[in-house]
Nanobody, 114 residues
């Protein structure tokens, strides 16, 4: 099982980024998937959730209306489209595969300059 995030970087406030999480060793259609983030000095927090067949999607209140989680089953990849980025969105973003055999990606840094 492997999760590889990409797409992070530095953007100006109000900008956009799309994060990707390429999964291998399992099918994303068999598991609920999540995006977490961890800012310096803070605990890791759940940002977005998508159920195994995509019928349930949830977001933390602070990103509602700005972030969109999606999946491409053919590519076995999860995405996080982030628009209207704010400095407080600065964090390392992690992809997460639910149990059984819960797994984390290595993370990708997102920095939003004010």
């Amino acid at each position: 099982v492997q999760l590889v995030e990409s797409g992070g970087g530095m953007v100006e406030s109000g900008g956009s980024l799309r994060l990707s999480c390429a999964a291998s060793g399992f099918k994303i259609t068999d598991y609920h998937m999540k995006w977490f983030r961890q800012a310096p000095g803070k605990e890791r927090e759940l940002v977005a959730y998508i159920s195994s067949v995509g019928e349930i999607i949830k977001y933390v209140d602070s990103v509602k209306g700005r972030f969109t989680i999606s999946r491409d089953n053919a590519k076995n990849t999860i995405y996080l489209q982030m628009n209207s980025l704010k400095p407080e969105d600065t964090a390392v973003y992690y992809c997460y595969k639910n149990a059984p055999s819960a797994s984390w990606g290595q993370g990708t840094q997102v920095t939003v300059a004010s």
